[in-house]
């Protein structure tokens, strides 16, 4: 039986590929899971990929991992910089969590160099766009052998 891994997006991620694709690029959010589900299938684990623009929603999906999943990667978007309830959803789970941010965070404002996430998370992939969900899986399928 594979494992499995929730992948979690966060507000305004939903609309990759049309907003700033200076930015974020011009992949949609389907092609992230296209990309996730391949990466999933070549490191064995099966995959739950979801996007909210509300952080209650985010919290409920994290809070569901706890009994159904291994692992999360997590690009929890503007609330990186605010929720420090995210946080405590995440400090609930037991397996591993990779933080995900298409751009380079810390080449952006400086509001943005702070990640409440990154308190929690076990790896962080900043400025790779969206091949850092590629690299996220392949290394949560690492860590969890």
Do not use: W
């Not at 391949?38 to 684990?45: K, N, P, S």
């Amino acid at each position: 039986m594979n494992k499995k891994i929730y992948i979690l997006n966060g507000p305004n991620l939903n609309l990759l590929g049309k907003r700033q694709p200076e930015i974020y690029g011009a992949d949609t959010l389907a092609d992230v899971e296209a990309l996730c589900a391949r990466e999933a299938v070549t490191q064995g684990l099966d995959i739950v990929f979801a996007q909210s623009n509300h952080e209650g929603e985010i919290i409920d999906l994290i809070h569901e991992a706890r009994d159904a999943a291994q692992g999360i990667v997590i690009n929890p978007a503007a609330y990186t910089h605010t929720s420090v309830a995210i946080l405590d959803a995440l400090n609930t789970f037991d397996g591993p969590v990779i933080e995900v941010h298409i751009s380079q965070v810390h080449k952006r404002e400086a509001f943005r160099h702070h990640s409440y996430v990154s308190m929690r998370a076990d790896a962080v992939m900043a400025g790779f766009g969206v091949h850092g969900y590629v690299l996220a899986v392949a290394h949560m399928g690492k860590l969890l052998g």
